[in-house]
């Protein structure tokens, strides 16, 4: 069984910073794609970053040069740096990865920017 776990969404005011970390557990390896996605209220789920087994990443083209994700491999763990947050930043955000060419979800972590 895969778990995935995460944590550092908080309340945060307009131009802060947070980190999300997402760590899995359980029974997985060759994790290829991690990433985060997130989901305001009313609206879709949407990609916010990915990063590849190799490093390579991918971005939101509206999050570029405020948001980096970066991984760690031998802790099965992927971070969000999110830098001069808005309040359109505010949503539940989940991680996902996929090994073995299943997909797994965590169950989401909520960040809110607000004065």
């Known amino acids: 069984q895969v778990q995935l776990v995460e944590s550092g969404g908080d309340l945060v005011q307009p131009g802060g910073s947070l980190r999300l970390s997402c760590a899995a557990s359980g029974s997985i390896s060759n994790i290829a794609t991690m990433g985060w996605y997130r989901q305001a209220p009313g609206k879709q789920r949407e990609m916010v970053a990915v990063i590849g087994s190799r490093g390579l990443t991918n971005y939101a083209d509206s999050l570029k040069g405020r948001f980096a994700i970066s991984r760690d491999n031998a802790k099965n763990t992927v971070y969000l740096q999110m830098n001069s947050l808005k309040s359109e930043d505010t949503a539940v955000y989940y991680c996902?990865?996929?090994?073995?060419?299943?997909?797994?979800w965590g169950q989401g972590t909520q960040v809110t920017v607000s004065s």
């Open positions: 996902k990865i996929i090994a073995a060419m299943r997909n797994y």
